[in-house]
């Protein structure tokens, strides 16, 4: 069975700093593109960063470039997105999902495999 699984989401306030992580189980993680898609409330979903299969290349939206790190552990199969200088405009819930090559899909249709998310609230 595939699982894309995301942990680490909370509540920050502005300015401050959460890592989520993707724990992966049942495909081939290291032979995928993984890629974090965001939806906040009342808004449509945005695609909001990817890594190659070898993490070696990154992508951002540039609504989140400069403060976002996405990266990716091949041992381990997990992904990870590192936020910095949290804004309240980043507050959604945050999805990894799966794909053979890099197309900035934002919904889960446009994906092989996707997690069932984790809330990052960012409020004073």
């Known amino acids: 069975e595939v699982q894309l699984m995301e942990s680490g989401g909370g509540l920050v306030q502005p300015g401050g700093s959460l890592r989520l992580s993707c724990a992966a189980s049942g495909f081939a993680f290291g032979t995928y593109f993984m890629n974090w898609v965001r939806q906040a409330p009342g808004l449509g979903p945005e695609w909001v960063s990817a890594v190659n299969s070898a993490g070696d290349r990154t992508y951002y939206a540039d609504s989140v470039k400069g403060r976002f790190t996405i990266s990716r552990d091949n041992g381990k199969d997990t992904l990870y997105l590192q936020m910095t200088s949290l804004k309240p405009e980043d507050t959604a819930v945050y999805y990894c999902?799966?794909?053979?090559?890099?197309?900035?899909?934002?919904?889960?249709?446009?994906?092989?495999?996707w997690g069932q998310g984790t809330q990052v609230t960012v409020s004073s």
């Open positions: 999902a799966s794909s053979l090559g890099l197309h900035y899909g934002a919904y889960a249709a446009d994906y092989d495999y």
